[in-house]
């Protein structure tokens, strides 16, 4: 009966940590949905393809609830080789859940988020700034030398200044590909670094149409619709 007993033991054991799981954290407090953060997520037992395939989130919606706009670090645990950790600057777009799913490959992991969000509305005139990264002082000499390096480009732009009538089309780059609403909310935050030069007035509607979802779930294939039709007119250079 002890035998049986310690046997059982071990095939739950084995069972209860075969299945990745993940977890999510923040150090810090009283987050808003437009905040810019930084977080750290932890997923177990994982792989070399796991880490690639988070890799691949970057850029995009990330746990339904987030946009993950930079991977600062991810690499496995000096400790553990299948303890993966991954530093994130993520920007959150609606309250999420105390768990989510994390879609790696053909695997479905279960991610425990392990902080509060008070889910408030950006206000219209303060957009998103997903290209923002909050930066520890220990990166002062880099922040110098980046900034050192902008004035430099910004002074050959001035002596070289092109009209100010911009080709929408050299602007935002593949149009005609926009298909998934991952691929529309990337270019509605690109659009954001031109939205004071650019008159277009398809561009305009595409930002509203996305500005008013951002927040939404779902969106109805109506939406797709237009916004693919008017991505085919300012690819096609139809105003």
């Known amino acids: 009966m002890r035998r049986i007993i310690i046997i059982l033991s071990i095939l739950f054991s084995y069972f209860s940590y075969a299945e990745t799981q993940g977890e999510l954290k923040a150090n810090e407090a009283n987050i808003k949905t437009g905040d810019i953060i930084n977080a750290q997520l932890e997923i177990w037992p994982a792989t070399v393809e796991s880490v690639e395939r988070i890799r691949e989130y970057s850029g995009n919606r990330f746990l339904d ?11 496995p645990s000096e400790n553990n080789p299948e303890f993966i950790i991954a530093e994130l600057v993520l920007v959150p777009l609606s309250k999420p859940e105390a768990f989510s ?22 206000q219209k005139d303060k957009p998103l700034n997903v290209w923002e990264a909050r930066i520890s002082p220990n990166y002062i000499i880099y922040i110098i030398g980046l900034l050192s390096f902008i004035l430099i480009i910004f002074g050959l732009y001035l002596r070289f200044k092109p009209n100010k009538t911009i080709n929408i089309k050299k602007v935002v780059i593949d149009w005609k590909d926009l298909k998934s609403r991952s691929d529309f909310e990337k270019k509605f935050f690109e659009l954001k670094e031109f939205s004071d030069q650019t008159d277009n007035q398809d561009v305009e509607l595409f930002k509203r149409i996305i500005e008013k979802r951002l927040y939404v779930r779902d969106w109805e294939d109506a939406v797709y619709d237009d916004l693919k039709k008017i991505s085919e007119r300012i690819a096609n250079g139809i105003h």
Do not use: A, Q
Not at 65 to 75: D, E, N, P, R, V
Not at 101 to 120: A, Q
């Open 65 to 75: 609830h987030f946009y993950l706009s930079k991977i600062l670090k991810i690499s």
């Open 101 to 122: 799913i994390l879609r790696l490959g053909d695997e479905n992991v279960n991610i425990g988020i392990k902080f509060s969000l008070d889910e408030t509305i950006v």
